[in-house]
C-alpha cells in the first residue's frame, strides 16, 4: 500500500502511521516511511541541526523542500509498501505560510500526483479546532509549527488541496472523538475499498491483524 496521510499538526497523521508501522511488523508488511516534510526536520536531525535548518534563508527552505518532495515521487515509485506523511501538500500549505513567507514560487502539487503510482492513496485526516488546540496544550511539540490562532485557517487549506487532489483514491477520517486505537480500526475498515487488488488479497491473507 501507497498511502500519503495529511492534515493539520495534532489531527493524528503520527498516531496512525506509527499504528500501522506496527501492524505491517507483525503481519510481515514491511512500509517504507518518510514523515519528515516538516521544518525543522524532527526525524533525522539533532537539536542543533534542527536549529540550523530553522534559521536557514527562506529561498533555500524551498528549495530543499521541493529537492526533497520530487526525490520521494522516486521513493513512492521503488517501495510498493510506503507511508508519505504529509508530503506535497503539507509542503504546499506549511510552506508559503510559515517556512518562506511572501516568496512565490510556482505550484508544483498537481505535477507531483501526476508522476505518483496510480494505486497512490490520500488520506486526509482532520479534527476540530478545539480539539486540536487541547491537544497542543496537552503534549507540546518541540517545534510547533501550526500557531494555534491558524488551526481554522490551515485546516481548511487542507480540505481544499484533499478536493482539488489529483490522486484518486482518497478518503478522510475525523479524528475528534477517536483514540489511537479506534483510528487504526476505522482506517482499516474504509481504506478496503481503495486497495488495490495485490493489497486486498495480502491484506485478506493476513486477516487485517
Not at 76 to 95: N, P, R, V
Request: proline residues 6%; hydrophobic residues 40%.
Amino acid at each position: 500500500m501507497r498511502l500519503v496521510v495529511i492534515g493539520c499538526e495534532y489531527a493524528g497523521k503520527t498516531t496512525l502511521i506509527d499504528a500501522l508501522m506496527a501492524w505491517g511488523d507483525k503481519v510481515g508488511i514491511h512500509f517504507h516511511l518518510d514523515d519528515h516534510f516538516s521544518i525543522p526536520d524532527q526525524f533525522f536531525l539533532s537539536p542543533e541541526d534542527q536549529k540550523a535548518m530553522l534559521g536557514m534563508p527562506p529561498v533555500i527552505k524551498e528549495r530543499f523542500q521541493r529537492f526533497q518532495i520530487y526525490y520521494h515521487i522516486h521513493v513512492a515509485k521503488d517501495y510498493e509498501d510506503c507511508l508519505l506523511g504529509g508530503f506535497h501538500i503539507e509542503e504546499a500549505i506549511y510552506g508559503g505560510r510559515y517556512n518562506y513567507p511572501g516568496h512565490a514560487w510556482p505550484a508544483y502539487g498537481r505535477k507531483v500526483e501526476a508522476d505518483l503510482p496510480a494505486d497512490t492513496i490520500l488520506l486526509l485526516l482532520k479534527a476540530s479546532p478545539a480539539v486540536i488546540r487541547r491537544r497542543m496544550e496537552t503534549a507540546p511539540h518541540a517545534y510547533l509549527v501550526v500557531k494555534p490562532e491558524d488551526v481554522e485557517a490551515v485546516s481548511k487549506e487542507f480540505e481544499a488541496e484533499y478536493r482539488a487532489s489529483w490522486i484518486a483514491r482518497k478518503l478522510t477520517i475525523d479524528t475528534s472523538d477517536l483514540n489511537p486505537d479506534q483510528l487504526f480500526q476505522i482506517f482499516m475498515r474504509q481504506v478496503v475499498p481503495h486497495l488495490s487488488t495485490r493489497d486486498l488479497q495480502r491484506w485478506q491473507a493476513v486477516g487485517q491483524r
